[in-house]
């Protein structure tokens, strides 16, 4: 059974950093894709960032520059570093596990999920 646990969300005003974790059991962060995604009250959720087995990455437009995904192979987690966040940041964020091996952005490509940690910017 695939487990993926989030944390590190938080509350931060407009141009702070939060760092968010992705523990994962079940299966490693190695040998497949894995994701980050959020979701405000209302709205679908939306892919945010990926990484590929090989290390790839991809990011949706609104966050290039300020995010940065990145896994540990060994400690078995994926990492989102949040830099310059902004209000529009604020959401659940979700982190997800797929079996393919390459850049995954869409959601229904994914296989597993986290419970999801909320991150607030206030302006």
């Known amino acids: 059974q695939v487990q993926l646990v989030e944390s590190g969300g938080g509350s931060v005003q407009a141009g702070g950093s939060l760092r968010l974790s992705c523990a994962a059991s079940g299966r490693t962060v190695s040998s497949n894709a894995m994701g980050w995604f959020r979701q405000v009250p209302g ?20 966050v290039k520059g300020r995010f940065t995904i990145s896994k540990d192979n060994v400690k078995n987690t994926v990492d989102l570093q949040m830099n310059t966040l902004k209000p529009e940041d604020t959401a659940v964020y979700y982190c997800a596990a797929s079996l ?19 991150v607030t910017v206030s302006s």
Do not use: H, M, P
């Open 100 to 118: 393919r091996v390459g850049i995954v952005t869409t959601q229904t490509n994914y296989d597993y999920w986290g419970q999801g940690t909320q």
């Open 43 to 62: 709205k679908e959720r939306e892919f945010v960032a990926t990484i590929s087995r090989n290390g790839l990455t991809y990011y949706t437009n609104s």
